[in-house]
């Protein structure tokens, strides 16, 4: 069975500081990997994804991502992280062999940015 | 930019009433789905559904469970008898066929169920 796990469940950070977010996931099988976040009262909105090809990923709103295929992990980062990341970010993985594609969540990590 | 559409946003019910929560998908994607996500845990995989039957359901998604596409745009997940553990926020979510690019699933902003 498949499964993830991101490493904290909450990060404070202050304002432009760097910041990383981890994921680890288990698979006996390839994987496609994501990252969501969700902002309070919104739906989770996709910040990027690895498919193949280039291990570094840049998605959205400055973040990037680095698939390691022998540590099995997809950690997120930013290098200056604004008040308005505050947010729940989800990794998660889909199988690429699952045509339906249904995605595994890990359990989610608060990132609270403070000023 | 289209966007997933889900209603009701706050749905409260007593244990054993059936509900019924909706969702429309954006208008040119083919899979759907529903997740589901109780408070302080993981976020769930529910169903998948795809040419108007279900491709994929997890174990959580029993018999009290259905899902259905009555027209051409709304995608529903009914829960026949509801229990207290079924608390929780459910996202639907859609997706066009294929792989790669197109791989990406567009949430909903969730409907919180409370059961009480």
């Known amino acids: 069975a498949q499964s993830v796990t991101q490493l904290d469940s909450q990060v404070p950070v202050f304002e432009e500081a760097p910041v990383e977010l981890r994921c680890n996931y288990s698979?006996?099988?390839?994987?496609?990997l994501f990252w969501y976040v969700q902002y309070p009262n919104q739906g989770l909105q996709l910040l990027l994804k690895?498919?193949?090809?280039?291990?570094l990923v840049k998605g959205i709103n400055g973040f990037e991502a680095e698939f390691n295929k022998s540590q099995t992990s997809f950690h997120l980062r930013k290098p200056s992280v604004h008040i308005s990341d505050t947010a729940e970010y989800f990794c998660?993985?889909?199988?690429?062999?699952?045509?339906?594609?249904?995605?595994?969540f890990g359990q989610g990590t608060e990132l609270s940015v403070k000023p | 930019e289209p966007e997933v559409t889900q209603t009701p946003s706050h749905q409260v019910t007593q244990m054993g009433q059936e509900v019924i929560l909706r969702c429309v998908p954006i208008?040119?994607?083919?899979?759907f789905y529903w997740y589901r996500q109780i408070l302080g845990q993981k976020v769930e995989f529910l169903v998948s559904f795809y040419n108007n039957e279900i491709s994929e359901k997890s174990e959580i998604f029993d018999d009290q469970f259905s899902v259905e596409r009555p027209d051409g745009s709304n995608f529903t997940l009914k829960i026949r008898s509801t229990k207290l553990e079924d608390s929780a926020m459910y996202f639907c979510a859609s997706r066009t066929q294929g792989t790669g690019v197109s791989y990406e699933q567009y949430f909903g902003p969730g409907t919180r169920l409370t059961v009480t």
């Open positions: 208008s040119n994607h083919l899979y």
């Open positions: 698979s006996s099988v390839s994987v496609y």
């Open positions: 690895y498919l193949s090809g280039s291990t």
């Open positions: 998660a993985v889909s199988l690429i062999y699952n045509q339906g594609g249904k995605l595994i």
